[in-house]
């Protein structure tokens, strides 16, 4: 698709010379233009010179390209990419478009500040010899930018990269596989023992033993003597009666 980037104003358009083959009444051209569909970019119709162009607004969006060039992406920037491309197979195809209709070049994904979610051109006369390949590039694009520090998300891209090599050609499985090998791990949950009888426990056996000082136990063998004594007198004197 031959491509180029206009500049108004307030806007950033991407213009893109429209397949003079398509037939006028495609239904699902039709469907583009009588839907909104969810994740989709929705092209205008201009006529530049005698010639149709689609017009693209992509005002404050970053492409796929651009955007993994510079960083390397993490897990959860490659879920969100994965999450967009799911979304919209899934809504396109309640209007009869097949993923093979779907742009998944990065130079043509574009990333919405707002939502934060991939938006997606739709084609249906794009180069037919493209629409094969186009989901193995991107995962193979996918894969030279990721950080490979993270064991599941490599392995996890590379598992979806050998199930198209192997022809296998819908997404909605592959993104199932990715799901699955990303999925976090819950923490293991370590149940506390009953704390009733064992704060009981606790408490008795953490009395602290009282011990007496030497002080004290002098003035208490006093008190012991003089009681003997005030016995043994109490005693004569009744014997002396």
């Known amino acids: 698709m031959k491509t180029q980037m206009i500049y108004e104003i307030n806007n950033t358009y991407m213009e893109i010379d429209i397949d003079e083959s398509e037939p006028a009444n495609d239904y699902r051209r039709k ?31 970053e492409s796929l390209l651009s955007r993994f060039n510079s960083r390397l ?53 794009k180069e037919s010899e493209y629409k094969e390949v186009e989901t193995k590039e991107l995962l193979q694009f996918v894969v030279a930018h990721i950080d490979n520090s993270d064991e599941k998300l490599v392995s996890a891209i590379y598992g979806m990269h050998e199930m198209y ?10 993104f199932e596989f990715f799901t699955a090998e990303t999925k976090e791990e819950l923490p293991e ?26 002080s004290e136990i002098g003035a208490l063998a006093m ?11 109490v005693y004569l004197s009744m014997i002396n009666v």
């Open 165 to 174: 090599q192997s022809d296998f050609t819908r997404f909605g499985v592959a």
């Open 223 to 233: 008190c012991f003597v003089g009681l003997v004594l005030i016995g043994f007198n």
């Open 73 to 125: 992406a993490d897990r959860q920037e490659v879920k969100a990419l994965m999450e967009s491309i799911y979304l919209v197979v899934e809504n396109a195809s309640k209007y009869l478009i097949g993923e093979s209709d779907i742009v998944l070049r990065p130079e043509f994904i574009f990333r919405n500040p707002v939502t934060k979610e991939y938006e997606f051109l739709i084609m249906p006369h």
């Open 189 to 214: 949950i370590i149940e506390e023992p009953a704390t009733t009888d064992a704060y009981a426990d606790n408490i008795i056996l953490h009395v602290p033993r009282y011990i007496p000082s030497l």
């Open 31 to 61: 469907m583009l233009e009588k839907n909104r569909i969810k994740n989709v970019l929705v092209p205008e119709i201009r006529t530049v010179n005698n010639d149709r162009k689609l017009y693209v607004d992509i005002s404050g969006k």
